[in-house]
């Protein structure tokens, strides 16, 4: 059974700090996501990466897959406000399989 | 906005009752997924149509069911509703099939859910 954990859970910072989240899956995938979460509100796509080495960026966010290591990080740079929201990284099956299996998600705020 | 259609967007109802979730996908995708999300079980997958025939099931409760129809919107009837089922039912869409899934980029867009609270 597909397992993808996720750290921190909880992570406050500070405006104008970076940090970095990180998404462990125990089995081969073909493809990682991330979604942003406001509360209460629908999932947001932020990223989908699709092969090892893959880096992807948009504005302070940037995403990176280890298919190898069976790691994903999404980093932040520079944190402001705007970016306080629960990040979920998901994990694809393999071959067709299309079910998303999530992360715990981790909760982020940033402090001004 | 998505362009994932979900209502209704919040729903109150007692417990032994049965609902219905409507979802239309994004224009064009074929496939449709829900998702049950609950502060202890967090973001669990219930189950996928792709083009009106089922193609993945998850942790789906007997007494829940789903379709899709002909004109690809989806329902999830949820049956003998239980205190434990209150949570946010999401419905996603993507255009990825099962040829071109290891090679598309497309994500998976998720509506803006709608809240079951059962009493």
């Known amino acids: 059974e597909l397992k993808v954990e996720q750290n921190p859970l909880f992570l406050s910072m500070q405006e104008g700090k970076n940090y970095t989240i990180y998404c462990n899956y125990s089995t081969t995938s073909d493809r990682l996501y991330w979604y942003r979460q406001d509360p209460g509100k629908s999932l947001e796509s932020l990223f989908v990466l699709l092969s090892n080495g893959a880096v992807k960026q948009e504005g302070r966010l940037m995403a990176s897959l280890d298919t190898k290591a069976r790691l994903s990080t999404l980093h932040i740079t520079a944190a402001v406000h705007d970016l306080s929201a629960t990040y979920f990284c998901a994990v694809d099956g393999l071959f067709g399989n299309e079910k998303l299996t999530f992360g715990t998600g981790t909760r982020l705020t940033i402090i001004p | 906005d998505s362009g994932v259609t979900q209502t209704p967007k919040h729903l109150i109802t007692a417990t032994g009752q049965r609902v219905t979730l409507r979802c239309s996908p994004r224009?064009?995708?074929?496939?449709v997924y829900w998702y049950q999300q609950s502060l202890d079980q967090g973001l669990q997958f219930l189950i996928q149509?792709?083009?009106?025939?089922?193609?993945a099931k998850g942790n789906i409760l007997e007494r829940f069911s789903a379709q899709q129809f002909p004109d690809l919107h989806s329902e999830l009837n949820l049956s003998s509703l239980e205190l434990g089922d209150s949570a946010l039912y999401f419905c996603?869409?993507?255009?990825?099939?099962?040829?071109?899934?290891?090679?598309?980029?497309?994500?998976?867009?998720f509506g803006e859910g709608s809240w079951l609270t059962v009493v």
């Open positions: 996603a869409s993507s255009g990825r099939d099962r040829v071109t899934s290891r090679t598309s980029g497309n994500t998976i867009y």
């Open positions: 149509y792709y083009n009106g025939e089922e193609r």
């Open positions: 224009s064009g995708d074929l496939s």
